[in-house]
DNA sequence: AAGACGAAAGTGGTTGA
DNA sequence: TCAACAACTTTCGTCTT
């Protein structure tokens, strides 16, 4: 596997953590982030072995579904995109390929603008190129399933682009989406839950331990408070205080805890900005937090020292 | 004075009759 | 379709450092 990152310079380890889908680097022994916008080297695509034709029509310069004239016009609905539907739906999808046809050209001039606006929101929030060609995909779809109508284009692109993150365990909160597209947090919300219904995504509610790493590093912690934080979400959810909660606030409530336990305080302000929470819900988390798990003397500790 | 705390009322979405 | 409900927010007064 071909990596820039060696050795972690924080501790010299060379236990690395090359997370691809997140385009990080992270150091398994000390919790440093080391990259986290590197460039994605894997090929955009994954081989479906089920598929053996659409090996061998694999030659030449890889297909892409980020530039709306290439493997698209009147070939979209090529095999590959079936690979995740069941019989019903692939009936469905053969009717919609023939429509397709027909009105190709009015789809094609959407997708056009669609994914150069995705392109820039997505390079806006530095997305790893998987993560945009999942969300350019998902976009595709809801095109030719006639999602769009009624609802703004960049809508529909946020909705994708977010869909595309939670899938890839590369989350982006609502509010990151919306300041980087221009919708409101409603919006994109709804159109997401509309789009991933209507197609049929499965999408696992995200773990809170995905979004450290970027909090922490906008807070400037160390990398100890990082791993710390990522161990109190862990006893946390062994103790289900994490189901039915919004992950956020879960992970902005362990990092505060982290931060207090490793004298690195930060307030509850600056951690709610940066999670895009209140401080009532850091309070409420970190209340339950200090409630079950055996963090309280760790904190009257770092209390007495002060004194 | 700033930060932490918590009560109370409001919001938007989900669920179940 | 509507009401109950859970999670979260906003707002605001009070306590702590």
Not at 33 to 38: F, G, N, R, S
Not at 113 to 119: F, G
Not at 125 to 149: C, D, F, H, M
Not at 226 to 236: F, G, M, N, P
Request: charged share 35%; with cysteine; proline share 3%.
């Amino acid at each position: 596997m071909p990596s820039i990152v060696k050795r972690c310079p924080e501790c010299g380890s060379l236990n690395l953590h090359h997370n691809k889908e997140k385009g990080e680097v992270i150091c398994r022994d000390c919790g440093l982030v080391i990259e986290d916008k590197m460039v994605d080297f894997d090929q955009e695509w994954r081989e479906f072995d089920s598929e053996a034709a659409a090996r061998k029509r694999r030659t030449g310069a890889p297909m892409t579904y980020t530039q709306f004239d290439q493997g698209l016009g009147t070939d979209v609905g090529r095999k590959a995109d079936l690979y995740k539907f069941g019989g019903k739906a692939k009936n469905k999808f053969f009717r919609l390929r023939k429509w397709q046809q027909r009105i190709s050209t009015a789809i094609e001039r959407n997708l056009k603008l669609a994914l150069s606006e995705l392109k820039r929101v997505s390079s806006f929030l530095r997305l790893p190129s998987s993560v945009e060609e999942e969300a350019s995909r998902i976009y595709t779809l809801a095109v030719q399933k006639g999602l769009v109508r009624g609802r703004s284009m960049e809508s529909v692109v946020s909705g994708a682009l977010y869909a595309a993150c939670r899938r890839h365990d590369v989350p982006r909160t609502l509010d990151e989406l919306s300041e980087a597209s221009n919708i409101e947090k409603k919006e994109i919300g709804r159109t997401y839950r509309f789009i991933t219904r209507e197609l049929g995504i499965k999408i696992l509610p995200s773990n809170p331990a995905d979004y450290i790493a970027r909090f922490a590093s906008a807070l400037k912690l160390t990398a100890e408070t990082q791993s710390r934080s990522v161990e109190i979400i862990e006893e946390a959810q062994a103790v289900e205080l994490t189901s039915g909660r919004g992950p956020t606030g879960i992970a902005a409530a362990a990092l505060y805890v982290a931060a207090l336990i490793n004298g690195e305080k930060r307030t509850q302000r600056e951690v709610a900005d940066v999670a895009g929470v209140t401080e009532v819900t850091i309070r409420n988390r970190y209340k339950e937090l200090l409630d079950k798990l055996e963090l309280e003397k760790e904190i009257k500790k770092i209390k007495k020292k002060k004194v």
